[in-house]
C-alpha cells in the first residue's frame, strides 16, 4: 500500500491532570475514510484538535507526507493542507457563498485598472465551480449564506476547504445538527471527497452514517485507542462493545 | 449520488424585500416632497430648488455624517463607538489652541497645518485606547467608549480652560465658509472622506474582514483574518472621523469647544442606523448612512423652515429610527427567510 498522507504514532495530550489522549496511534490515507467513534468525552475533538494546531501534543508524532510536523495553529495546519471544518462551520452568515470560500485570501482585481479591489465576479465564479463538483444545488450563491439550509451550509464548508486543494479534511460531527435528508446528503458529499482521492477524518456518534461511509473505525475510550476496525469486517455490536469498554 | 432536495428554501418575495431594500430612499424622497409641497403652498417657493436649502442641508449633514461613517465601520463590526462625540469636540478645541500658537509664528498656512495635525495626533490616542480596551482586553465596546466619552469630554474641556477658544486664521474661516464651484468647502471635504471610505468598505479586504467579523468573529479568527489589529484600527479610524468633524466645526465656527459633537453622537448612531445597519453587526453600508443623515438633516432643517417649533424634530427622528429598525427586520425575514424566534 502507498504511503500514508497522515500518521500519528503516540500522540498524548493531557489538560492539568485529564488524560484527554494517551498514546494513540493511527494512519491515514488518501480516498480513505476514517471514521472516529467514541462515547462523549472519550478524546475525539482533542485528537482532531491536536492533529491541526489548535492544541500542542504533550508527547508522540505527527507525520503529514511523510514529514514531521507540529503545526503551532489551525492557520499553519491548513497552509500545510489539512483543513478543519468544525461543528459550527465557522461561516460568516453575512456574507455570500464566495465570499466564504475565499474569507481571508481573497483575489483581488484593479478598479479601472488603477485600484486595487475585491474580485468578486472571480469569487463567485469560482465559488460555483466548486460547489458544483460538490452535486450539491445551492439555489443562488449572491445571497447571504444565512438563507441556505444546514446541508448547504456543510456543502459550502466542505466547499472551502477543497478549493484550496486540502489533502486532508477532518470534520467534527458533521452531520449531527442536520435532519435525515440533509445527513443523507453529508454523507454523499464525503464520499464525493474519497472520490476525489481526499483523505477525510470524521467525527459521529451516528453510527449508521460510519458505517454507510467510512473504510476504517478508530473507537476511542477515556483517551485511549479502544480499537481499529475495518467497516467491512465489523459491525454496529462490536463498536458499541469497544467504546463503552467491555468487549 | 445528487440528492438535491430543497429544504429551508426562503418564501421569496422580490418586489417587496426590493421595497423595504430601498425604504430609506423612498423616504428621503417622500420627505423631500413633503416639504417640497408645503413650502409651495405656504411660501409660493420650492423648497428643494433653492440653492441656499440646498447649502444648508448639505452642511447640516456634513456633521453628524462624518461621526457616522467611522461609526458605521464599528457598528458593522459588532462594535460601537459612544466616543466620537467628545473626540470631536477633542479635535475643535486642540486645532483652535495649535493655530492660536502656531499662526503667529508659521503664518496661516503651515499655522493651520500644524494645527490639524495636532488635532489628529490628539484623537489618535482616544482612538487607540478604545481600540486596546475592546481588542486585547475585552472590555465590551459599550462600556470601554462610555468611559473614553468621559475622559475625551474632560479632556476637551481642561484644554479648552472651561470655555469655547476663538481662533481667527484666514485659511481656516475659508475652510469652514468658503465654497468650491458654490459647494461649501466642509462639504467637499465631507466627500472626499465618503468616497474613500466607501472604497474602503466596499471594494477592500479590510472592508470585507469587518463584514465577516461583525457576521461571525470566530469565522473571521478561524480564516486567519488578525481580529484584533483589524478591531484596532477600527476604533482609530472612528475617532480620525470624529476628528475630522471636529476640525470642520472650528472652522465654521471660528471656535473650538468641547461641548461640540455632544448632540451629534444620537444623530451619527441614528444615521448609521436608518441607513440600513444592524447594532448586531454584518450589515450596513456607507451610501445607507448617508441617505440616514441626509434624512435626518431634511427633518431638522425642513422643520425649521416651515416654521414648526423645532422639539418636534426629536419626535420626528425618534420615530424614524424605530420604523427603520422595524422595516429592516421585515426585510431581513422577506430576503432570507430568517424570522425571530419567538
Ligand atoms: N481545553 C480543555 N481543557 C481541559 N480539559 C479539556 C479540554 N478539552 C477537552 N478536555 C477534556 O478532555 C477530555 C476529552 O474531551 P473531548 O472534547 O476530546 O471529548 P469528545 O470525545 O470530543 O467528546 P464529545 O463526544 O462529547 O464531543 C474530556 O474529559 C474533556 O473534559
Ligand atoms: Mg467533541
Redesign the interface.
Given at each position: 500500500m502507498s504511503e500514508p498522507v497522515l500518521s500519528v504514532r503516540n500522540l498524548t495530550k493531557r489538560f492539568g491532570g485529564v488524560h484527554a489522549l494517551e498514546g494513540v496511534d493511527f494512519d491515514l490515507h488518501a480516498g480513505e475514510v476514517l471514521a472516529l467513534a467514541g462515547d462523549n468525552g472519550a478524546g475525539k475533538s482533542t485528537l482532531i484538535k491536536t492533529i491541526c494546531g489548535v492544541h500542542q501534543a504533550n508527547e508522540g508524532e505527527i507525520r503529514f507526507r511523510g514529514q514531521a510536523v507540529s503545526f503551532a495553529n489551525p492557520r499553519a495546519a491548513r497552509e500545510a493542507g489539512i483543513e478543519t471544518i468544525y461543528q459550527d462551520l465557522a461561516l460568516a452568515d453575512n456574507l455570500d457563498v464566495g465570499a466564504n470560500v475565499f474569507l481571508g485570501r481573497e483575489p483581488m482585481t484593479r478598479r479601472w485598472g488603477l485600484f486595487p479591489a475585491l474580485d468578486r465576479a472571480r469569487m463567485a465564479r469560482e465559488a460555483k465551480r466548486v460547489i458544483e463538483t460538490l452535486d450539491i444545488a445551492l439555489p443562488r450563491l449572491d445571497r447571504p449564506v444565512r438563507a441556505l439550509s444546514g446541508g448547504q451550509r456543510q456543502a459550502v464548508a466542505i466547499g472551502r476547504a477543497i478549493f484550496w486543494n486540502a489533502e486532508v479534511l477532518i470534520m467534527d460531527e458533521p452531520t449531527a445538527a442536520l435532519g435525515v435528508p440533509e445527513q443523507r446528503k453529508v454523507v454523499a458529499l464525503i464520499r464525493g471527497l474519497k472520490a476525489a482521492n481526499k483523505a477525510v477524518i470524521f467525527i459521529s456518534h451516528n453510527l449508521a452514517d460510519i458505517f454507510a461511509v467510512a473504510d476504517r473505525i478508530l473507537v476511542l475510550r477515556r483517551g485511549r485507542k479502544a480499537g481499529e476496525r475495518l467497516t467491512a469486517e465489523t459491525n454496529g455490536d462490536e463498536v458499541v462493545k469497544l467504546m463503552v469498554g467491555s468487549a | 449520488?445528487?440528492?438535491?432536495?430543497?429544504?429551508?428554501?426562503?418564501v421569496s418575495r422580490p418586489l417587496l424585500a426590493a421595497l423595504a431594500g430601498a425604504w430609506a430612499w423612498i423616504f428621503l424622497v417622500f420627505l423631500l416632497g413633503f416639504f417640497e409641497i408645503w413650502a409651495r403652498l405656504a411660501y409660493h417657493a420650492s423648497f428643494v430648488l433653492n440653492g441656499f436649502n440646498l447649502q444648508s442641508i448639505a452642511v447640516f449633514t456634513a456633521q453628524p455624517f462624518l461621526l457616522a461613517v467611522g461609526q458605521t465601520f464599528v457598528i458593522i463590526a459588532g462594535g460601537i463607538d459612544l466616543s466620537v462625540g467628545f473626540t470631536m469636540g477633542l479635535a475643535a478645541v486642540i486645532l483652535a489652541q495649535a493655530v492660536r500658537l502656531a499662526d503667529p509664528l508659521l503664518g496661516p498656512w503651515l499655522g493651520v497645518l500644524a494645527g490639524f495635525l495636532a488635532a489628529l495626533v490628539a484623537v489618535a490616542i482616544p482612538g487607540l485606547i478604545n481600540g486596546l480596551l475592546v481588542s486585547r482586553l475585552k472590555v465590551p465596546p459599550f462600556i470601554g467608549t462610555l468611559g473614553m466619552y468621559g475622559v475625551a469630554e474632560g479632556a476637551g474641556y481642561l484644554a479648552a480652560g472651561g470655555t469655547t477658544v476663538p481662533v481667527s486664521n484666514p485659511v481656516l474661516f475659508w475652510l469652514g465658509n468658503g465654497t468650491l464651484f458654490g459647494v461649501p468647502a466642509p462639504v467637499v471635504v465631507t466627500l472626499v472622506v465618503l468616497a474613500v471610505l466607501h472604497?474602503v468598505l466596499s471594494?477592500?479586504?479590510y472592508g470585507?474582514y469587518t463584514?465577516?467579523i461583525?457576521?461571525?468573529r470566530?469565522?473571521?479568527v478561524?480564516?486567519?483574518?488578525d481580529v484584533r489589529r483589524h478591531t484596532e484600527l477600527l476604533y482609530l479610524l472612528s475617532a480620525f472621523c470624529a476628528g475630522i468633524g471636529g476640525c470642520i466645526y472650528t472652522a465654521r465656527f471660528s471656535a473650538g469647544a468641547a461641548q461640540a459633537g455632544e448632540p451629534l453622537l444620537l444623530d451619527s448612531i441614528a444615521a448609521v442606523v436608518i441607513g440600513g445597519a444592524s447594532l448586531f453587526g454584518?450589515?450596513g453600508t456607507i451610501i445607507g448612512t448617508l441617505i440616514g443623515a441626509l434624512i435626518i438633516a431634511v427633518i431638522q432643517y425642513g422643520l425649521v423652515f416651515i416654521d414648526v417649533a423645532p422639539f418636534w424634530q426629536f419626535i420626528a427622528v425618534g420615530i424614524v429610527i424605530v420604523v427603520s429598525v422595524l422595516v429592516d427586520q421585515s426585510r431581513l425575514a422577506l430576503?432570507?427567510?430568517?424570522r425571530t424566534d419567538e
Open positions: - | 449520488m445528487s440528492v438535491t432536495t430543497e429544504i429551508g428554501e426562503p472604497y471594494q477592500t479586504r470585507q463584514y465577516a461583525g457576521g461571525n470566530q469565522a473571521a478561524r480564516a486567519g483574518i454584518g450589515s430576503t432570507s427567510g430568517v
